[in-house]
């Protein structure tokens, strides 16, 4: 068992993995290779999203990792969770990001604020991975702004009726609960900002087109369309004017997972490299024998550890109940652009071949990108760690 110990602050961090922790890691891997690979370049060319393989991870107990089992998830801590996520990722990031966004951003905001009714209602079901959840927040004109949103939800007895257009939702046209930030207070910014839970088919909440992206293509992403959408009190998670500290605090977390993801698609370009790298001959030598290509992967595979070193110690700080807020935007920050780098090589590297669809490595590249944007664009993560040494 490799035992890897790291200083963080006052504490020295031990990654010792644990025998479960090798468990996971072992069974997502196998996962990935049986049920992803095979399909990985399809899907993406057709954008198709991976139904079956949501389903199987749902029964593996991926889809709830870090919910306890009181409430049918896997009771895991979030350095399990990202062991199982760099897996997923290192084959296909598109399923990665369905299953980040129901673990971290869904589930995780039920365990954090919903109500013990809205746990038994939609937590279960979202943990065991019967049903798949969606995050509801930017809008046409709020991206990194977030809370400059417009979308309302007037209070109307023991109602509210929801107004407005939310876009980029990832999962918003599979899933079938949808966790949504909405203003309940016109002028109050942040303050004003209040989370619910919609469920699709609920009148008056319609389904945009499937948007048609760079990469992670067999993802599903949308708009979401509220019109006089009416859902009753109960629906509100938390209370009104908290939203906004909701919806960060979910961010915080699922900034990690993200990071997790593009380490794994990094790991993936590495890998391919040096298979390549080992295989390509060209002036009667292997491509490997060069030092041109032996500098491009030694500086790979550092920044993939550093990267991997980074999300550990923010997973670890999360799980003993720190504040990892900075160093979760450190391992975004620097996970998501380890991965830009890797992909953008690893296609020099195959030179030609690398810019063809059937060897699989031009889909890292557009895949990579996204990790540099969503949940925090880059620029919003160096804006979070400044504030933090500057405050
Ligand atoms: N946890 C808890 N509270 C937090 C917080 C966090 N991580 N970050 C901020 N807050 C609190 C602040 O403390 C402050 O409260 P107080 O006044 O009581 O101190 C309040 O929230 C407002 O904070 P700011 O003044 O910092 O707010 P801001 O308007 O300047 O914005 C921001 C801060 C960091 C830029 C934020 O808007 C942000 O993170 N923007 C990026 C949005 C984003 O990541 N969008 C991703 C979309 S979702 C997605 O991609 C999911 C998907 O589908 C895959």
Redesign the pocket.
């Given at each position: 068992r490799r035992s890897i110990r790291i200083n963080c602050g006052k504490n020295m961090i031990d990654f010792t993995l644990t025998s479960d922790q090798e468990l996971i890691q072992q069974t997502a891997r196998e996962f990935a290779r049986e049920h992803l690979a095979p399909g990985v370049i399809e899907r993406d060319d057709k954008a198709e999203f991976p139904n079956e393989q949501i389903k199987l991870l749902g029964e593996l107990g991926f889809m709830g990792m870090m919910v306890p089992e009181e409430w049918d998830g896997s009771g895991f801590d979030t350095v399990t969770y990202v062991i199982a996520m760099e897996e997923i990722a290192a084959v296909e990031l598109a399923t990665s990001?369905v299953m980040?966004?129901n673990n971290s951003?869904v589930c995780q905001l039920f365990v954090d604020y919903g109500t013990e009714k809205q746990k038994e209602k939609y937590l279960r079901s979202l943990a065991s991975g019967t049903k798949l959840g969606?995050?509801s927040?930017?809008e046409p004109q709020s991206?990194?702004?977030?809370?400059n949103m417009r979308t309302f939800a007037q209070k109307d007895g023991d109602h509210y009726v929801i107004n407005g257009t939310k876009n980029?939702?990832?999962?918003g046209i599979n899933s079938d609960i949808v966790t949504l930030f909405c203003l309940t207070e016109k002028g109050a910014g942040?303050k004003g900002i209040t989370a619910f839970v919609v469920e699709k088919g609920t009148p008056g909440l319609s389904v945009g087109k499937k948007e048609d992206k760079l990469g992670i293509r067999a993802s599903d992403?949308c708009e979401l369309y509220f019109e006089n959408c009416r859902i009753p009190v109960e629906n509100r998670i938390g209370e009104e004017g908290q939203g906004?500290?909701i919806a960060?605090?979910a961010?915080?977390g699922?900034r990690i997972g993200i990071a997790a993801q593009a380490l794994g698609l990094a790991r993936a370009a590495l890998d391919a490299s040096i298979t390549y790298a080992k295989e390509r001959k060209q002036f009667g030598k292997t491509i490997g024998e060069f030092g041109a290509i032996q500098n491009i992967l030694a500086n790979m595979a550092t920044e993939i550890d550093a990267a991997r070193f980074l999300i550990w110690r923010a997973a670890k700080l999360k799980d003993e109940g720190k504040n990892y807020?900075r160093e979760s935007s450190m391992a975004k920050l620097f996970a998501s652009s380890t991965a830009m780098k890797a992909a953008t090589d690893c296609v020099q590297i195959h030179g030609g071949y690398g810019y063809m669809q059937e060897y699989g490595v031009e889909r890292l590249m557009r895949d990579a990108k996204i990790t540099q944007i969503?949940?925090?664009?880059s620029e919003?993560q160096q804006?979070?760690i400044a504030?933090d040494l500057l405050q």
């Open positions: 990001t980040s966004v951003l969606a995050y927040l930017s991206g990194s702004d977030a809370s980029w939702v990832t999962n942040y992403t906004f500290k960060m605090k961010l915080g699922g807020i969503y949940e925090g664009t919003i804006l979070v504030r």
